[in-house]
């Protein structure tokens, strides 16, 4: 089973990657955003919009507020101010909760939900499915990251141990970066 530590630790990381490929797309026009690259979600723009819907989906399963309708594959937010302000607005959310309503006990307990790919209900342990939209996360913002590549633009370094969270003291782990040896 995963720790509420991890959680927090994979949601911090997700909310710094997420603007670090916001900060990283907004260097690109809207139709190089939008361009077709051959991707699963075919662009950058429907890739990160992908990633946002699967967060809304995962998270209104987890605390009970609404969830975009759409099928996979819909975009949500064409346009791009939106889908960031929906992205950093999903972000906090998604802090606000590893933060405060997770428990222990919940990511322990069985789970049932319907998956909107099968229409198939399904349960299993609660931190099955919170480890999934976690992984489903650093999954597509892999992606993004080779769409910016090919697009010309280098987001730059996006390894967990270079996350500044872990050592300004806010995720409240004992993690030190003490300099050159």
């Known amino acids: 089973m995963i720790s509420l530590d991890y959680v927090r630790t994979m949601v911090a990381y997700g909310t710094w990657m997420n603007r670090t490929l916001v900060d990283a797309a907004a260097r690109l026009s809207d139709t190089d955003r939008k361009r077709d690259m051959g991707a699963f979600f075919k662009s950058l723009h429907g890739t990160m919009d992908h990633l946002l819907w699967g967060d809304l989906i995962w998270m209104q399963r987890f605390d009970g507020k609404p969830a ?34 997770l428990t222990a006990d919940w990511l322990a307990a069985p789970y049932a939900y319907v998956s909107k790919l099968t229409r198939r209900r399904r349960t299993l342990p609660a931190w099955v499915m919170v480890t999934h939209m976690l992984n489903h996360g650093t999954h597509h913002r892999g992606q993004a990251t080779t769409l910016l590549m090919q697009l010309g633009i280098d987001p730059g370094v996006t390894d ?7 050592f300004d003291g806010s995720l409240g782990l004992d993690a030190r970066d003490e300099g050159a040896a």
Do not use: H, N, S
């Open 68 to 101: 975009p309708t759409a099928a996979v594959g819909d975009i949500l937010y064409p346009d791009w101010e939106e889908l960031v302000a929906q992205r950093q607005a999903t972000d906090a959310r998604m802090r606000d909760w590893a933060a405060g309503e």
């Open 160 to 166: 967990l141990v270079a996350m500044p969270a872990l």
